[in-house]
């Protein structure tokens, strides 16, 4: 007797008023990230800084691309168009799916500017922690490794709150965007932040693009591409 298979997680995109709930679960998702924690060496303050931090990104994939999530947002995961003149590092990483990382309104990669975040936006995302110069440094390196002169669809998070870590909402959500990736004949790109999440982007079709982001004295971020498949 055949067994039966679980369902699907439903993925959908995020409502403007689920911007705060987002911004929590990427705070907490991100806690244990080894480049978060490099970031934000007190895990005190950590907790506190990271919902403005990531909340900067957040509204960036609002306002500029789009944001997936799960139906009762325990999972999310965050996209940017980047044309192919602007190509301009965030800081941020992508990490394993289903354990926290480092997937608004929907504009299908056709809004006027899109891309990265501006200059502005990395202005943010240092404000959100005053004198924080390890701020600076991820996004000026991750800035000089992110790819230029293509156009593609960029990750900065994808995250499942701890608690729901292993129920295949990371992958769901990745699965989803791909098959629009796949569909308008669009590459990716992210930054994977452990061997482990490396490990399961290569599955997933990506490529390391040769040379690691090494932050000084601490860890290193692989920027990974895939191409669309056929």
């Not at 608690?163 to 295949?168: L, N, T």
């Not at 930054?191 to 490396?198: F, G, I, L, P, V």
Request: aromatic share 6%; hydrophobic share 35%; charged share 25%.
């Amino acid at each position: 007797m055949d067994q039966p298979t679980a369902a699907q997680p439903t993925i959908r995109r995020a409502r403007p008023e689920e911007r705060d709930a987002i911004a929590r679960l990427l705070g907490e998702a991100f806690m244990d990230d080894p480049v978060s924690g490099w970031v934000f060496p007190d895990e005190t303050h950590r907790r506190t800084a990271h919902p403005r931090f990531f909340g900067v990104m957040l509204d960036a994939a609002l306002r500029e691309g789009w944001v997936d999530v799960s139906e009762d947002v325990s999972a999310a995961a965050l996209w940017l168009p980047v044309p192919a003149e602007e190509a301009h590092g965030t800081g941020s990483t992508a990490d394993d799916p289903d354990a926290g990382a480092h997937d608004g309104s929907d504009r299908d990669g056709d809004g006027d500017d899109g891309g990265e975040p501006t200059d502005e936006t990395a202005e943010l995302l240092a404000a959100a922690d005053p004198g924080n110069e390890r701020v600076v440094t991820v996004a000026r390196l991750t800035g000089e490794a992110h790819p230029t002169g293509t156009a593609h669809y960029y990750l900065p998070a994808v995250v499942a709150a701890p608690c729901r870590q292993s129920a295949g909402l990371g992958g769901a959500l990745l699965a989803s965007a791909l098959d629009r990736c796949d569909r308008e004949r669009m590459p990716a790109y992210l930054e994977a932040s452990n061997t482990r999440s490396k490990a399961l982007y290569e599955r997933l079709g990506f490529v390391f693009c040769g040379r690691t982001v090494d932050l000084p004295g601490g860890p290193s971020l692989w920027p990974m591409w895939r191409e669309p498949r056929a």
